[in-house]
């Protein structure tokens, strides 16, 4: 698993990248400046980067540049950089066309509990990374990752993204946290979507972009074996979640300080 790859450290690994791929040159420049990072401070990375948005609020809401297109890129990332990608699938009829470009499926976590999702998705090897739904408790997790290894594939991956509180709002019980790493499985924590603001009167989400250090610094005193921040270079004009997202200029300040907490709590 991801976590045990390169890390001589025993830093908690890295899941980052844009909300959705806008173009190669942003993908690879976002890519080339965090893997300077990660490589600096040990922390195994994967370059996160979606190639369609399903779930969007609007009808107008930008899904994408093409899907073949974007998976190219995230292929060329793997290439040019070393380092893996994932990438999030939304229907059972994509995990082996997205398996062919990345290597580690995502499931969103309104989708979690899809059946023949998770059977797809297990059934291409790789690794599956499957979000909690806002709506479940983290025990409920449990039955999300044993379709996946009921269907042959033991590679799994959970994270908690916060759950709904109210019509507006998320909150996350980092109880949660320990409870899914006693299922045997790697457990993250997503920094940026669990500050969404979702159903929004202007039917485009809000966040609050200036807890995430808080959630990650939280999360990683807690034990989290690793994190998922969405980055972008100017989240202002991200096409998708930019409200939540952390400018690409803060993220090595907020790992440096990651690093020395999750030093501590292993001393």
Do not use: W
């Not at 990375?45 to 948005?53: A, E, N």
């Not at 924590?189 to 603001?197: G, N, R, V």
């Not at 990683?220 to 409200?243: Q, R, Y």
Request: charged residues 25%; contains cysteine.
């Amino acid at each position: 698993m991801i976590e045990l790859k390169n890390n001589p450290a025993g830093n908690f690994f890295l899941l980052a990248g844009p909300c959705v791929i806008e173009g190669e040159e942003m993908a690879m420049r976002i890519a080339e400046r965090i893997v300077t990072i990660t490589d600096k401070l040990q922390i195994p990375y994967v370059f996160k980067g979606s190639y369609r948005k399903a779930n969007r609020s609007r009808l107008d809401s930008f899904m994408g540049i093409g899907d073949e297109k974007a998976l190219k890129i995230l292929k060329k990332v793997h290439d040019t950089f070393g380092v893996p990608t994932v990438t999030d699938i939304h229907a059972a009829e994509e995990a082996t066309i997205a398996a062919e470009y990345v290597d580690v499926l995502q499931i969103p976590a309104f989708l979690c509990r899809q059946t023949d999702l998770l059977i797809a998705a297990a059934k291409t090897g790789k690794i599956i990374n499957i979000k909690k739904g806002q709506f479940l408790s983290p025990f409920a997790m449990r039955f999300a990752a044993d379709k996946v290894v009921e269907a042959g594939n033991k590679n799994v991956m959970l994270t908690e993204r916060g759950t709904t509180f109210g019509y507006q709002d998320l909150v996350i019980d980092y109880r949660g946290i320990p409870e899914m790493q006693s299922f045997g499985f790697p457990v993250i924590l997503d920094a940026t979507h669990s500050l969404q603001q979702p159903n929004q009167t202007s039917g485009v989400t809000g966040g609050m972009p200036q807890l995430i250090e808080t959630i990650a610094k939280a999360g990683i005193a807690v034990g989290v074996d690793g994190l998922f921040i969405e980055t972008h270079e100017n989240p202002a004009v991200a096409k998708s979640d930019g409200a939540n997202m952390l400018k690409l200029d803060m993220l090595e300040n907020l790992l440096t300080k990651l690093v020395h907490i999750r030093k501590a709590i292993k001393e």
